[in-house]
T-cell receptor
Framework: NAGVTQTPKFQVLKTGQSMTLQCAQD?????MSWYRQDPGMGLRLIHY???????DQGEVPNGYNVSRSTTEDFPLRLLSAAPSQTSVYFC??????????????FGEGSRLTVL | GNSVTQMEGPVTLSEEAFLTINCTYT??????LFWYVQYPGEGLQLLLK?????DKGSNKGFEATYRKETTSFHLEKGSVQVSDSAVYFC?????????????FGKGTLLTVNP
């Protein structure tokens, strides 16, 4: 039961560096999304995708890029890391069929520190 | 727009105490309502849900009733355990099909002492 798998679990970057957070799910979910979690802010949606080849912006998309070339994978790219991007990032997926109710399945998170 | 407001934490209780975490919402349309739980060092996982008014979601001794008239979905448990210590998030989603963006509250940290 792999579910949603995120890598890496921890990462330290210097300001200006780029990196990609990987997310893969094996549940054949059409919907995938990225959230960031910050103290006192709850979870905020960065980007989401409703299927391969389709992506859209969430609440806080600036500084992040995504792509969805396959149903399984949804990587999140930081083009030029900034200290404000220090956060815990969660990938989540969902089934969007007629019987779905919006339940999200989350990965274990990736803790990113930007110095 | 859609929003979720839940009680500020942290909440500290003794084992076997009664728990209530308040959650109210504003939404366009008819939302589904959720409580997610995040144990230390882990991702979020669904605790319970309700998809229409007057539905009661329940799981692991926790309950919440979808109250349309008061736009609320308060989480309750009659007797908490140390293992219930976690962060609890109230959330809603509106629409079906591919429109499954969840709106989360800010979370409530619960600590249960033995």
């Amino acid at each position: 039961n792999a579910g949603v798998t995120q890598t890496p679990k921890f990462q330290v970057l210097k300001t200006g560096q780029s990196m990609t957070l990987q997310c893969a799910q094996d549940m054949n979910h059409e919907y995938m999304s990225w959230y960031r979690q910050d103290p006192g802010m709850g979870l905020r949606l960065i980007h989401y995708s409703v299927g391969a080849g389709i992506t859209d912006q969430g609440e806080v998309p600036n500084g992040y890029n995504v792509s969805r070339s396959t149903t399984e994978d949804f990587p999140l790219r930081l083009l030029s890391a900034a200290p404000s991007q220090t956060s815990v990032y969660f990938c989540a997926s969902s089934y969007t069929g007629l019987s779905g109710t919006g339940e999200l399945f989350f990965g274990e998170g990736s803790r990113l520190t930007v110095l | 727009g859609n929003s979720v407001t839940q009680m500020e934490g942290p909440v500290t209780l003794s084992e076997e105490a009664f728990l209530t975490i308040n959650c109210t919402y504003t939404a366009t349309g008819y939302p589904s309502l959720f409580w997610y739980v995040q144990y230390p060092g882990e991702g979020l996982q669904l605790l319970l849900k309700a998809t229409k008014a007057d539905d009661k979601g329940s799981n692991k001794g926790f309950e919440a009733t979808y109250r349309k008239e008061t736009t609320s979905f308060h989480l309750e448990k009659g007797s908490v355990q140390v293992s219930d210590s976690a962060v609890y998030f109230c959330a809603l989603s509106v629409g079906g099909g591919s429109n499954y963006k969840l709106t989360f509250g800010k979370g409530t940290l619960l600590t249960v002492n033995p």
